[in-house]
């Protein structure tokens, strides 16, 4: 955006933020700031304002708020076009004297249109009949918005597009299960990506859903002021089209506030797809343990300051930990946004100002954890080692295949053989041989091998 570069923090600065997002993650949060900072607050809130003076003109029903002329329209659209960090300070220099955020902004634009000849009639239409929260609750529904199809759904989506390409290549990479830690019965590398990037896709499609909404309707939430100026016009349908114009949805029900239950939605959802890749993400720490996979190595990169062979899996631990933060933010909002006293108390206000705060979180997590995915390298040896020496899944197959012939006490017989017990595959062969079956049954079990008894991991996985 024109000028926002001049305001990007210098190097001594992000050594003195007092939070990491603005300081030692500065590089991977610059895509917020144009759009959650206090500069990106102010351009919201004027767009909303610009906006809503200009819907009142082209209102038939409005006569007094003029039709504008192309130029007029040209000269609107320029000051949010144009807007920069030396406009933003304007306002916060007009703020200063109004202690007052929104009334600085109307001050300002006040300013704007009086050097425009014909703009300056329409001076007493700015912020017409409108309280603070409506322009405060739209403009935060319109950075939430921006914040959705600019960084957090793109972030989202290539993670999700990262686990369907995992799915698909280890499609048909047999692995040894485990459930309660304890080896289980086989699945494929690929269908485990799988089972997340289902999961993943599933919450990312519920949060581009959450509809955005506007506020428009006063003090009280009642029209009161529109309907003493204008009685006779139909403001629901008015301020609901205003709303469409800035791609949001009109909420008709409110107090002084916008009741932020759709921010409290959208933060829930973000704490799902968060909780899913904290998942992700131990489980993959863990499969980097026990050699599953292994780590390309960055040159130059330094694994421990006391043991030179580490390569840890830091990508992964510290997604995991921004997004432990991110949802501890996301959780307060969601539980104390949608609750104010009476028609309306302050108590929300600082509380949204903290809205960027878990975004960038959110973000940081993202590229940690893309980044490490990328980093990965199955060993495929060490995954069928694993498999090799636990023939003993295979007693859920027997034992099925038992109860189906009516085999009595097949699931005592096969526990008596196995539970606790560390078999080897020519027990395995000599219970199945030992088996009144018939003889293509005794043949199917026989050719049973742990890196083969997978169901339909192979087609789960590549039809994700």
């Given amino acids: 955006m024109h000028g926002f570069a001049n305001s990007k923090m210098n190097p001594a600065g992000r050594l003195t933020a007092i939070s990491p997002v603005d300081g030692r993650y500065a590089s991977k949060t610059q895509c917020l700031s144009e759009i959650a900072s ?35 329209r040209a000269f609107l659209d320029s000051i949010i076009q144009d807007f920069d960090t030396d406009e933003a300070q304007a306002i916060k220099d007009i703020e200063t004297r109004t202690n007052h955020d929104i009334k600085a902004i109307e001050y300002y634009l006040r300013d704007k249109l009086d050097s425009h000849e014909e703009l300056r009639d329409q001076v007493g239409f700015i912020h017409f009949a409108c309280t603070s929260e409506d322009i405060n609750s739209t403009a935060y ?15 989202i989506k290539n993670i999700a597009s990262k686990l369907k390409t995992l799915a698909h290549e280890l499609a048909d990479l047999p692995m040894l299960s485990r459930t309660h830690g304890q080896p289980a019965s086989p699945t494929t590398l690929g269908k485990e990506f799988a089972n997340v990037h289902a999961r993943l896709q599933g919450q ?29 016009v139909d403001w629901e349908a008015l301020t609901a089209g205003f709303a469409e114009t800035l791609g949001l949805s009109l909420n008709r029900f409110t107090t002084q506030v916008e009741p932020h239950d759709c921010i409290a939605e959208y933060c829930d959802v973000l704490r799902r ?7 992700l993400c131990r489980d993959t720490w863990a499969y980097i343990s026990i050699g599953y996979f292994a780590q390309k190595m960055i040159e130059n990169e330094v694994g421990s300051s006391t043991m030179p062979h580490k390569i840890n899996p830091i990508d992964f631990e510290n997604a995991e930990g921004n997004f432990g933060v991110a949802n501890a933010l996301l959780g307060h909002f969601s539980s104390k946004l949608p609750i104010s006293r ?28 893309s980044r490490g995915l990328e980093k990965l390298e199955v060993d495929k040896r060490r995954v069928l080692e694993d498999l090799e020496n636990n023939p003993q899944v295979l007693t859920e197959a027997i034992q099925t295949v038992m109860r189906k012939h009516r085999i009595e006490g097949a699931y005592e017989k096969l526990k008596e053989l196995s539970r606790g017990q560390s078999l080897d595959a020519r027990q395995i062969e000599d219970f199945i041989r030992s088996l009144e079956l018939p003889e293509d049954e005794k043949a199917r079990l026989l050719s049973l091998t742990p890196a083969n008894y997978t169901g339909l991991a192979s087609e789960l996985a590549k039809n994700a």
């Fill in 273 to 279: 797809i968060n909780t899913i890749l904290i998942d």
């Fill in 204 to 232: 990312l499609d519920s949060f581009n859903a959450v509809q955005l909404l506007a506020k428009m309707n006063g003090a009280s939430g009642n029209y009161n002021a529109h309907r003493a100026a204008y009685p006779d």
């Fill in 342 to 369: 009476w028609q309306r108390d302050l108590s929300d206000s600082t509380v949204l100002r903290n809205l960027g705060v878990a975004a960038a979180h959110c973000e940081i997590g993202y590229r940690s954890l």
């Fill in 38 to 72: 206090e500069y990106g607050l102010l351009k919201h809130r004027l767009r909303v304002e610009v906006g809503w003076l200009a819907h009142l003109s082209e209102s038939t029903d409005i006569p007094e708020a003029a039709s504008l002329s192309p130029s007029a």
């Fill in 141 to 155: 529904s319109l950075m939430l918005g921006e914040i959705r199809v600019e960084v957090l759904g793109p972030s």
